[in-house]
């Protein structure tokens, strides 16, 4: 810049940065030739240049040559929640869990069904699952009249996502039932090949038929879509051959959607499996009929390309784990535990854990045990006698595996609630779950978020 | 709040905002490796990392790590009639290998195996279809038959049945064909260089739903996934990326802004067109310039910039333009500042705080990153080359801290990430040295000799702390003189005379630990003595 005075006046360091393409004779003031560790500053300081700052250490320990990295822009850490729903005279609707260990009661989201809202003589005490996919748990609710009563309402289903909860559906009526007559409740909703499934119990026809329906729910748009005929004895229903005989568990393998069925009538008429390819078949394929005192298929898994069903027993027929071959198509005795009493027995929980099978096994007052199965084709063992971990005798409950743990909901006989858990390779009592739940009445399913 | 994936030495590690890490668990047998650095994309919340790990590995929010892409099946399943059922006819079988996640959904499935012998002729019969094989691959979880329908041509297959886990090898199914599911088999699926560790995916970028890739192998073609998937890969997905076997590099680079994005090789800029499969193609974007390392590709505010063989080069909607010709060219036209031969190996960042694009290059005569330039987005100027005496970066980039606050980095050797510590001036207990340059000064008359009298110069005021001023006066090639101390506590200070000389140039340096320093501006006054005949 000419300067008739005769006074270079150069204040536009921070301007015009390095500039090596022009001869040092015609480089503008402010221009550079180097400017190293340099940097321009806005910060009340646009036309100044200053020393960079300083580059301190980000992480505590070492990583080895970093040679790249990527800023994920997801949540750093994802939370596990595991929740536990109960019923009782307190306000508390669920107890939570972060990390397996310590448990809080919490009144939100509203309360699932409660078990007295489950109809029937036979499995009513017995934590039915809770459906979880995608951040959210969705589940039957406990804020309706059921039916019989006057005013009774539809069940609804709602759903939770750790803050907000709300209303998804509600079970339409059957109408193999009546018009007028609302579905009693929701017996079992899970999470399968990507979809949640739900069975519901809708009453007697007037035939006195149980009846009861399967149906998936699309969570995107908040509709229950009905999957095969109905179970019951009206036109177009699935007749499953015995009055007492309705829909109650789920599971998932080969492609198809398994349904065990459930004799609620208190008669000991053998429980049926069936199948059905979702938005494929149009009716529902019969694929067992159990043995004759066997009532009941309370759970299913699948294990290393074999499907499992844990099955109740009443008399003094030992209940059993049946496994469908994959040759034959055939089901087969896997497991069975002779039974003490001429009660009920049964085989609940299926769940692969550690690509092991695991079932609880309880008969009331008399057996409380964790079995297990390490390679299809062996014999089941026994993995924990519970009456000796927790000294008592009870009912065990559903399954779910979080992390690196299996968990087992366990009621006892006395009214006192628990949860055991499997964690590196030892079973142990969740003392903290008991201290909590004290004052509620019972576990009725648990989920995890 | 945010995470990171770190390739770091030989492992892979989850970081978290506050910079504890744990390394992740790596399906068995995969490796990350010390020879190639990884490369990342991120794609319906997952994370593929390619390049740097033995085989291509997708990370999902949960930390996990899965193969990307499954090895498909190598034998074909058989089919035999049995039982009594309602199937009549001959048929075919294929299938693929799968994984689900918690809640069953299929999440990764391979290419198929080879089609099956055509079955024996079924009559009123259901199948037994065995020698279906088990994936060597732990995480696979289910294997997915597929079959024509009866009295088929033999090339439409439908989804048959899922065979669950990764143990038995047949199963028994009847199932009519009004039961198959109404849509065919997937034509998307395939499997891309790294499935396996006789190749690699050399760099990856998410555009479009899509993934889009160069292979180790197949360098002269632009790979890019089905639609929103990880794991298909058809190989009819490949656009050539002319001129094919033009030169050793192939595709050398990808720049995603906006709805565009461009392919370069060493040379030219190919812009990718389309939107789907039948129509992907490429149109010539420039000619004559191209990427020479695809780590220096950068998109701030719709701009992408990159690192061409003679300079930077920045793509937005003007075009292709230079953001070196006018200032800094030589810096990538001679050997007097950089390892040119290294070029392929710089990387580069965006500074969010300063909005800068800093390219990482080795010095003159070096083979490790040891230099950085800085590009001011906002004033387009250049300062620079920038070192540091406390690490070797080895990566660039920005994380965000606990607060969320967005932090400039710099990865290192050592094994540390380094953030920018404002007010802070100090690298790891090391001095930042400071040293500027200005012009040479000739008062508009540069044959004239001149009396450069006593400079003011103004600097920020600091606790403490001295800048050294060097003045040159003289010709061009003027040593310099003995140095002037300018206290930083001061304000203003006015030096000594200069000299006599035709130019003055003054040289500004602070070298001092944990000491700032800003230079606000200088006069010179000075008067002409006259014009010196030789």
């Not at chain 1, 009941?296 to 898994?301: D, L, M, N, P």
């Not at chain 1, 909901?409 to 201290?435: E, I, P």
């Not at chain 2, 970081?15 to 995969?30: E, F, K, Y």
């Not at chain 2, 198959?180 to 395939?190: C, N, P, S």
Request: a neutral charge.
């Amino acid at each position: 810049m000419a300067n008739p005075k005769g006074k270079i006046a150069c204040f536009g360091l921070g301007e015009k940065g390095v500039n090596l393409v022009k001869s040092p004779l015609h480089l503008d003031d402010g221009e550079l030739t180097s400017a190293q560790n340099a940097e321009f500053f806005r910060n009340r300081g646009r036309g100044g240049i200053r020393k960079r700052s300083g580059l301190a250490r980000f992480n505590a320990s070492a990583l080895g040559v970093i040679y790249r990295f990527l800023n994920i822009p997801l949540p750093a850490t994802v939370t596990t929640t595991i929740l536990a729903a109960v019923e009782g005279t307190g306000v508390e609707t669920w107890v939570i869990s972060t990390n397996g260990t310590s448990w809080a009661e919490a009144t939100a989201p509203v309360r699932p069904s409660r078990a007295t809202k489950h109809v029937g003589v036979n499995f009513t005490g017995v934590a039915r699952k809770i459906a979880s996919l995608d951040g959210r748990i969705y589940y039957p609710a406990d804020d309706f009249t059921q039916y019989p009563a006057a005013n009774h309402q539809a069940p609804p289903i709602r759903f939770y996502d750790g803050s907000s909860q709300g209303e998804v559906c509600q079970v339409p009526n059957n109408p193999s039932v009546g018009d007028t007559t609302n579905a009693y409740n929701v017996e079992c909703m899970q999470t399968l090949n990507g979809t949640i499934y739900l069975t519901t119990y809708d009453g007697l026809s007037a035939g006195a038929q149980q009846c009861g329906r399967v149906f998936n729910l699309d969570v995107r748009t908040g509709t229950l879509n009905q999957i095969g005929p109905s179970f019951g004895d009206g036109a177009g229903d699935t007749n499953p051959g015995d009055v007492s005989l309705r829909p109650f568990s789920i599971g998932w393998a080969l492609g198809r959607l398994w349904l065990g069925m459930m004799n609620d009538s208190g008669s000991l008429v053998a429980a049926k499996i069936y199948s059905i390819r979702p938005g494929i078949d149009a009716a529902w394929t019969l694929e067992a009929t159990l043995a004759a005192n066997e009532p009941i298929v309370v759970s299913f898994a699948e294990y290393r390309g074999q499907m499992y069903a844990g099955c109740g027993a009443g008399a003094l027929i030992g209940p059993r784990i049946y496994v469908r071959a994959a040759a034959s198509g055939a089901w087969a005795q896997s497991d069975q535990t002779a039974k003490v009493n001429s009660t009920y027995g049964f085989y609940v929980g299926l769940v692969v854990y550690n690509d092991e099978l695991y079932a609880g096994y309880f008969e009331t007052g008399a057996k409380f045990i964790i079995r297990k199965l390490s390679a299809p084709g062996g014999a089941w063992a026994t993995d924990r006698d519970l009456n000796t971990l927790l000294g008592l005798f009870g009912s065990v409950g559903d399954s779910i595996v979080v992390g690196s743990a299996v968990y087992y909901v366990v009621m006892s006989g006395s009214g006192s609630y628990g949860v055991v858990r499997k964690n590196a390779g030892a079973w142990a009592a969740v003392a903290d779950f008991v201290t909590v739940i004290g004052s509620a009445n019972g576990v009725i399913g648990y989920t995890v978020l | 709040m945010s995470f990171y994936l770190v390739h770091g030495g030989t492992s892979l590690y989850k970081m978290n905002p506050d910079g504890t890490s744990s390394a992740i668990a790596l399906p068995t047998g995969v490796t990350m490796l010390s020879t190639r650095p990884a490369r990342m994309a991120i794609l319906g919340r997952s994370v593929v990392v390619v390049n740097g790990s033995s085989i291509n590995l997708a990370v999902d929010a949960f930390g996990v790590a899965r193969p990307m892409s499954l090895v498909p099946p190598a034998t074909p399943p058989i089919l035999a009639a049995t039982g009594a059922g309602t199937l009549n006819g001959k048929f075919l079988a294929k299938y693929t290998f799968g994984i689900k996640n918690e809640y069953g959904k299929l999440i990764s499935e391979s290419a198929f195996s080879p089609v099956s012998v055509e079955s024996a002729t079924l009559v009123n019969q259901i199948f037994r279809a065995y020698n279906v094989q088990n994936s060597p691959q732990s995480q696979v979880n289910v294997r997915r038959l597929y079959r024509t329908t009866s009295g088929a041509d033999g090339t439409a297959f439908f989804p048959w049945v899922d065979i669950e886990g990764n143990t038995i090898h047949e199963v028994l199914d009847g199932l009519p064909d009004a039961g198959l599911d109404a849509v065919a088999a997937r034509t998307d699926l395939g499997s891309p260089p790294g499935t396996s560790t006789d190749s690699y995916l050399e760099f990856i970028v998410e555009w479009k739903g899509r993934l889009w890739a160069k292979g180790s192998r197949d360098i002269d073609n632009l790979l890019f996934s089905s639609d929103g998937t990880l794991y298909g890969w058809p190989a009819a997905n490949a656009i050539p990326v002319k001129p094919v076997g033009g030169d050793q590099y192939g595709c050398t680079g990808l720049i995603r802004r906006r709805d565009e994005m461009a392919c370069g090789r060493r040379d030219m800029l190919w812009k990718v067109l389309g939107s789907n499969e039948t129509d992907f193609r490429l149109v010539t974007l420039v000619e004559g310039t191209g990427i020479v390392s695809h780590d220096t590709v950068k998109v701030y505010r719709d701009i992408g910039r990159f690192l061409a063989e003679d300079g930077v080069y920045q793509w937005g909607p003007a075009g292709v333009e230079s953001l070196v010709d006018e200032d800094v060219a030589p810096w990538f036209t001679t050997d007097d500042f950089f390892n040119r031969s290294q070029f392929p190996n710089a990387f580069a960042r965006i500074n969010p705080n300063d909005v800068t694009y800093d390219l990482f290059l080795a010095s003159a005569g070096q083979t490790t990153i040891d230099r950085w330039i800085s590009y001011d987005i906002r004033s387009k100027k250049w300062l620079g080359p920038h070192k540091t005496a406390a690490f070797t970066p080895s990566d660039g980039g920005m994380i965000r801290d606990t607060n969320d606050v967005r932090l400039a980095i710099i990865a290192a050797s050592d094994g540390y990430f380094y953030k920018q510590t404002p007010g802070v001036y100090t690298d790891l207990a090391s001095a930042i040295d400071l040293d500027i340059t200005g012009k040479a000064h000739s008062g508009d008359d540069p044959d004239t000799e001149h009396v450069w009298k006593r400079p003011t110069v103004y600097t920020g005021v600091e606790a403490a702390g001295t800048l050294s001023i060097t003045p040159s006066v003289g010709l061009l090639t003027a040593a310099e003189q003995s140095a002037i101390s300018h206290d930083l506590t001061k304000e203003r200070r006015v030096h000594r005379r200069l000299g006599v000389g035709r130019l003055a140039k003054l040289r500004f340096r602070n070298n001092e630990n944990n000491q700032g320093c800003t230079i606000l501006g200088y006069e010179i006054p000075f008067h002409p003595l006259g014009r010196r005949n030789r």
